[in-house]
Nanobody, 123 residues
């Protein structure tokens, strides 16, 4: 198991940028694939991005390709989501997820989740 704590959410104007962080506890962070998901009010939770344990493989939802970047620092037990060119359809609670399988993360996240951080975009 790994405990996850997200931070970095907030209010930003459309076209602006935010960087989310997800800090993980435990000594085995580097063995976990990590992912970001989001859930807007009244909608299902959706996949945003995922990264393999080494950082060598990344997956993105079509809606964020070219705008969002997922990266990780295993020395700091942290995964990040750099969000640029934010759009009015991006606001949601953003969640961090972890699993030993990248496939599991991409498919739905796995069993390890953070509490979420709110992102709001003003037009």
């Amino acid at each position: 198991q790994v405990q996850l704590v997200e931070s970095g959410g907030g209010l930003v104007q459309a076209g602006g940028s935010l960087r989310l962080s997800c800090a993980a506890s435990g000594r085995t962070f580097s063995s976990y694939a990590m992912g970001w998901f989001r859930q807007a009010p009244g909608k299902d939770r959706e996949f945003v991005a995922a990264i393999s344990w080494s950082g060598g493989r990344r997956n993105y939802a079509d809606s964020v390709k070219g705008r969002f970047t997922i990266f990780r620092d295993n020395a700091k037990n942290t995964v990040y989501l750099q969000m640029n060119s934010l759009k009015p359809e991006d606001p949601a609670v953003y969640y961090c997820a972890a699993d030993t399988s990248l496939y599991t993360v991409v498919a739905g996240g796995g069993d390890n989740w953070g509490q979420g951080t709110q992102v709001t975009v003003s037009s």
